[in-house]
Each structure stands twice: as structure tokens, then as C-alpha cells.
């Protein structure tokens, strides 16, 4: 059997960094778009006098709609930047928890931060892999904390 991949002195560094921040603006029409592609149905998510007679503001983002990220072309890279190098080309999404906090709202710009919560070498069915742990805060523009998510990701 294969032996676990060793994590590199970069890559034990890197853990528990945070990348730069990243913006998002939740609108009425990212809203309806996510809900209905996920399948609900309830009208807080389609109709803001129905979500105004529920006691919000407006419409209501569903759990797990964060926005969609604002680009700038001029700023290059739109990607996060990378914290370390890793010797695989193969990545797999290993499943992301959403922890929801407070609602978003149509209208609102959310602000994300990821940070590398662990990294751990491991072997699987096709040999060594690396899992990857990352944690993001959305924080919306009065700097209440709307969600938390952690994601793993899998490299072979």
C-alpha cells in the first residue's frame, strides 16, 4: 500500500492563513435565479410583498446563496491566490457544510474571507492525496456575520 503524502513545510505554514477578502452583491434577480434552480418554492425567495409581510426588508437570499462575486478585469486573477504548491492536478470537491447565522438580503454586498483550516496527507483507492480543509466568513456591509461554510477539497 501506498504511503500518506507528507505535507511540505509551505503547506504546514499555510494553515490557518486567510486569503484576501472577496465581495459579493446579492440581488433580486441572483435570488429567484438560485432558488428556483435548487428547487424552492417558498415565496420569501420570489415575492418581496409576501417576504415584507413576513417582517424582512425585502427578499430573502435562500440558505446557501451567498451572491454573485464582483470582478474587476483590471485587478487580473480573479481567482483566490494560491498559499501553496501542490504536486497533484486531479481536485475533487469533498462536500461543503453551510452554517446560516442571519439572513441576506436582495440589495445587500457581502464580504468573504477563506482561511486554510487544515490540510492532511492521506492514501486512497489510486495511491497518496491530500484533504483540504478551508473555512469563509460572509460578513454583510453593516459587519454582521450572515454565514460560515467549510468546504473539503481532495487532491490526487
Do not use: C
Amino acid at each position: 500500500m501506498a504511503e500518506p503524502f507528507q505535507l511540505t513545510d509551505e503547506m504546514k505554514a499555510a494553515i490557518g492563513k486567510a486569503n484576501d477578502p472577496v465581495t459579493y452583491e446579492v440581488t433580486t434577480q441572483g435570488i429567484r435565479l438560485f432558488a428556483r434552480a435548487v428547487g424552492y418554492r417558498n415565496p420569501l425567495y420570489f415575492d418581496e410583498t409576501y417576504a415584507k409581510s413576513k417582517g424582512h426588508p425585502t427578499l430573502a437570499a435562500p440558505p446557501g446563496y451567498f451572491g454573485v462575486q464582483v470582478w474587476d478585469p483590471r485587478r487580473g486573477n480573479a481567482g483566490p491566490r494560491r498559499m501553496y504548491e501542490s504536486p497533484f492536478s486531479r481536485n475533487l470537491n469533498g462536500g461543503t457544510e453551510v452554517e446560516p447565522i442571519k439572513h441576506a438580503y436582495a440589495g445587500d454586498t457581502l464580504t468573504a474571507v477563506t482561511s486554510l483550516a487544515d490540510l492532511q496527507g492521506a492514501v486512497g483507492r489510486l495511491g497518496p492525496m491530500l484533504i483540504q480543509t478551508t473555512e469563509t466568513v460572509y460578513t454583510n456591509q453593516n459587519g454582521e456575520v450572515v454565514a460560515k461554510t467549510r468546504g473539503t477539497g481532495i487532491s490526487y
